[in-house]
């Protein structure tokens, strides 16, 4: 008898599994969110320029004229050509060219990928860490809550950007300076991810203690399923909302960091260029003219981060019902 | 009231020493101090007398005791790359940084509520919505490449501003300040709008924001029964009740001012700690890593502390509810 009604009681608090189910596609295109997205034009631009640097990003080799950074691709001859528009601009480098004879644009193509590249890592870090922490310092309670919470509150006192450059200064130091692209890239990400957790670790806690009494999670608890099993499937999904407001709010914040940490001169080396390494590179060239080498990477990344704050800020408001 | 006060200052010497624990693990397990100090010819016997010297060969508990001593007199130790004591190298750049971020965050404060009562008194004029779109863009945009374009409009193009440091300074005891000559307050411009320009569009929304609400309230209604002029209305009643979270806000941001200032710095090559620091990064010194670490960390903690004390002084609905959610 009771074993007929509790999975059913579970089953009517777990989590709309909508979208492997038939259909889901017109289930999609009938919801608010959706529907909201559809009445606002800027959104909808904001997410048509998002995907189109995600592409340009993903098919950088297929759209470039040179690979960048193949030094037997490169000519010094071509060194520091204006845009393809002014007077002595050049066929196939339509922004540009580099002191080393570096097609601008293709550069930012490579750039945007590797920039892109550190951000979703950072993000998926830092909401991994956070979702995890959050999780069980709210379903576990008690001492490993409060331990994990302090953590937060002392790092919420301090901005993620020193965070970033402490742990990228630390990582050096035991590791050597002497570190190859590649691994500079994973200290990035690294340092980006232990910036950001806190965020989603108080977001996902909150919402953890409100689930957590509900009856779905009662009726778990009782047919005996272990603790990660009920948090991961069962609790995690009612809470997600919000995490998702904060991971795409937190892919341009992990962008920017990556930018400014490149920017620095502590992040990816110029071997590897990030859109903030190239900013770094152009800033050298500001005083002598060559004005495009700095303004087109910093133009895509500004139009970057620009169009993935309003897609955060619209879907901040669309999963709000309060402010519906 | 004082037991609020008091257990507000436990919790700030708790993350100071949180701090302290960090700083001191970055210094001696980052890399090996002493390796650090030495060259490749040193022989084995003079880099083990310089460990002992250094009480490298001590307890933990002993070494992070001494650290902690250490560093509650401002001793940090000596900078790897410039072979002084960091306290002198901090205390020398301390003038710049201050200056740039006061300045920064005046401006801020001025500019950020006299905006933010603008587009809440008139939301549908054009010169709110363009003062919405720059807070958006101000927000978007990276501290650097505000800098940047800064640096090529008005030092560049127009070459009106100088692009790199703190112009002439003048020396009053241990400070030196830039704010007494014209090439130092012109030097001071770039910088302190680009440091000062996201706090800005904070408190802007900020003040707009609160102003919407207030407005909303019954006490603004009741004083325009009375018949009072809208003026006596905007800015001796309700603007008054927005300051309270405006100037809580923008001491607490005080600190991220102090923090953002590395990016400015580093832009406008101004010579402040911030700039040191990102220079340590670059070069792994630990000594002026962690000493930093220390510095921002006191400033920030005394600010949230006073804050806090300042917010129960002037808000009296909080002294009833004194046990503060964390």
């Known amino acids: 008898m009771s074993d007929a009604v509790v999975p059913r009681k579970a089953e009517a608090g777990a989590p709309r599994t909508g979208f492997q189910q038939p259909g889901w596609l017109r289930r999609a295109a009938a919801s608010d969110l959706f529907y909201s997205f559809r009445r606002s034009k800027l959104t909808m631009l904001a997410a048509f320029v998002t995907l189109l640097f995600f592409l340009a990003a993903i098919f950088a080799s297929v759209l470039a004229v040179q690979n960048p950074f193949d030094p037997a691709q490169l000519q010094l001859m071509n060194s520091r050509i204006p845009p393809l528009w002014t007077a002595d601009g050049q066929s196939p480098y339509l922004l540009g060219t580099d002191e080393q004879g570096r097609d601008v644009l293709s550069a930012i193509l490579y750039g945007l990928r590797i920039s892109l590249a550190v951000g979703v890592l950072g993000v998926l870090l830092s909401g991994t860490i956070g979702i995890v922490l959050g999780l069980v310092a709210g379903y576990v309670g008690g001492a490993i809550d409060s331990l994990i919470m302090r953590i937060a509150d002392v790092q919420l006192t301090f901005p993620a950007i020193l965070i970033a450059l402490l742990v990228n200064g630390v990582v050096k130091s035991v590791f050597g300076n002497r570190l190859d692209a590649m691994s500079m890239l994973g200290v990035l990400v690294i340092a980006i991810g232990l910036s950001f957790w806190v965020q989603y670790a108080r977001t996902v806690r909150g919402s953890v203690l409100v689930e957590k009494n509900k009856d779905y999670v009662a009726a778990a608890q009782l047919i005996g399923l272990p603790a990660p099993v009920i948090m991961l499937r069962h609790v995690l999904p009612n809470a997600i909302g919000p995490v998702l407001v904060i991971a795409t709010i937190n892919l341009a914040l992990a962008i920017i960091t990556e930018a400014t940490l490149s920017f620095l001169g502590v992040g990816l080396p110029d071997t590897m260029p990030s859109l903030g390494t190239l900013i770094r590179i152009g800033n050298n060239y500001l005083f002598s003219g060559e004005w495009w080498i700095v303004a087109f990477p910093g133009f895509a990344l500004a139009a970057l981060i620009l169009s993935i704050n309003l897609l955060g800020d619209w879907l901040r408001e669309a999963l709000n019902p309060k402010l519906r | 009231m004082l037991a609020f006060i008091l257990r507000r200052a436990i919790q700030a010497i708790g993350v100071m020493v949180v701090v302290g624990v960090v700083a001191f693990s970055m210094f001696r397990f980052a890399g090996d101090p002493v390796n650090q100090m030495v060259s490749i010819d040193t022989s084995a016997a003079e880099r083990a007398r310089i460990r002992d010297q250094l009480g490298l060969n001590d307890p933990v508990l002993v070494q992070f005791s001494r650290y902690f001593v250490n560093a509650a007199q401002f001793k940090f130790g000596t900078s790897y790359q410039f072979r002084q004591p960091v306290a002198d190298l901090l205390a020398e750049r301390l003038p710049a940084t201050l200056e740039l971020a006061t300045c920064a965050t005046m401006l801020a404060m001025v500019f950020g509520i006299l905006l933010g009562v603008h587009s809440a008194l008139r939301r549908d004029s054009l010169l709110a919505k363009v003062f919405q779109a720059i807070s958006l863009v101000g927000i978007s945009l990276p501290t650097f490449l505000i800098g940047i374009l800064l640096i090529y409009l008005f030092a560049v193009v127009l070459g009106w501003l100088p692009s790199f440091g703190r112009g002439q ?113 670059q070069n792994v010194d630990i000594p002026i890593m962690a000493a930093y670490l220390m510095m ?31």
Not at chain 2, 212 to 222: A, K, M, Q
Not at chain 2, 301 to 315: E, G, H, R, S
């Open chain 2, 169 to 281: 300074v003048v020396r009053i005891g241990w400070w030196t300040t830039g704010l007494l000559t014209l090439s130092g307050l012109k030097a001071l411009i770039m910088p302190s709008i680009t440091l000062g320009l996201f706090q800005m569009t904070l408190i802007m929304r900020l003040v707009q924001a609160e102003m919407l609400e207030v407005l909303r309230t019954d006490y603004i209604r009741f004083a325009r029964a009375r018949g009072l002029t809208t003026r006596a209305i905007h800015f001796g009643h309700a603007l008054r009740n927005t300051l309270v979270p405006v100037i809580t806000v923008a001491g607490l941001q005080f600190g991220s001012v102090i923090a953002f200032s590395i990016i400015t710095e580093t832009v406008f090559q101004w010579p402040g700690m911030g700039l040191l620091f990102v220079q340590a990064v």
């Open chain 2, 296 to 326: 921002v960390s006191l400033i920030f903690v005394t600010i949230n502390l006073l804050v806090d004390i300042l917010y129960t002084v002037v808000d009296p609905r909080l002294r009833s509810t004194i046990s503060r959610p964390a």
